[in-house]
């Protein structure tokens, strides 16, 4: 795998998870702080892994502390830059000149108050369940985060396409197509969406700047899903897609079929 | 203007800043980190300012402390949350164990480092213009960031766009389109880019999340260029397209033509 230093080891660990596990989850995208990053970072460079599934939760927010500190005790809270983004309205108005840092999950952040010296002086953004994870906790505020309607939607991921996984929709209905268009006289983007959208729908359309030497080259991260009522042969249509844009010139790999 | 809660104040500030100036500049895009996604938040709702420029700046951030503060009392690092992405590979072999602390900007972080309490503690990512800003500044490192090939894209904004900026190019090749499907039988995507694509031609496609109730709903930035040679009626095939997608019953506004 090509090394890339710039990405969030906790996404890109999940990912590498799978040479040991059967499957791994990681979030593709939240409602109010849009795709993950470090996730489309990753899916730059997957290549033993492929996306089987997709869990969308609701996320609730919480502040939480060690028992006996209170709001005016806060300098600095900690949590996963996405959860730090979710609140910025609740940190503005409660704390707003407690520093935020950056942490590798919203768990971390909570373990951390625990094993920290500056324990007494933070607090956590995480979970309502991580009260209950780590004795000496206390929730101050449920439900924090700017927008009350806050989902995140995951992918779940197999080591490979044949991987059997619980709970696999059946019939499948989508898959995500990594293309980028290597030279200047590429076929327009409508050229490519055309050969795709035979029998699919683009539903998401997310660009990363390509692991290169060559500024401003993208990576596209197309999601479709069947346009069809056809119960069967929808790997069939993925694979046809992914001929039809490679004829063009352009590379496709398609990263997982759900 | 819409208020809304979750965005960086600065590049929301830069954007409101034309009421009273007749130019702002803010980030579009970086080479390894990609869109700047309080700029393209900040677009969601725009309503007064156009696009009529860009800017494209090479980047060099510098590891800058208080004088006489080395690498090994460092146990904090300032900066704009773009500039600490930029240099994480530095910072996870140099500095593995301090801590990230997210700042409005780079030039605030430099700053910050006189004004805290922590300042002999701390260190900040930012240009080396920063060291002679602000007396008391010493730069310990030069080009840390993970790329040594590191290009900021800006946007330059005017007013509305009947407003004169100097070094405008001529004629004008570029254009900016907001756009969002509406309802669940909108056109397809390929659709949208064919009725653009007559004449220019789709460069960047952004999408977040619209401010809205209903969750996974999207707002999309098209960025095109001009693919004919005539010199002249840019402004007028902007609004032939705009047209074609409004009349397929697509919201679609135009932000800037430059």
Redesign the interface.
Known sequence: MTKI???SPVVIDVVESLSDLDCAVVPQ???????V?ETYNALRILQHGFIRGEITLEIQHCLVTRKGVGLSDIDCVMSH?QA???C??FL?KHLPNA????MDSTAAAAEALLRSPDGLKSAAICSKVCVTMFEGLQMLYEGIQ??K?N?T?FYVLAKNHCTKLPQLPAPCTHALFRITRISTDSP???II??A??IDM??T??????KVS?I??Q?V?FIEVKR?TNEDSHWTQSVDCATGRIQSMGVEAQVLGIW
């Open positions: 230093t710039h990405y995208e939240n409602t109010i702080f849009g795709s990053v830059e730090l983004g979710q910025r309205g503005s520093s935020r840092k950056k700017d927008e309607i989902f939607r327009k983007m409508s969406f055309e795709l959208e729908e683009v998401r359309v997310d660009r990363r700047p030497n500024p401003f993208d596209h346009s």
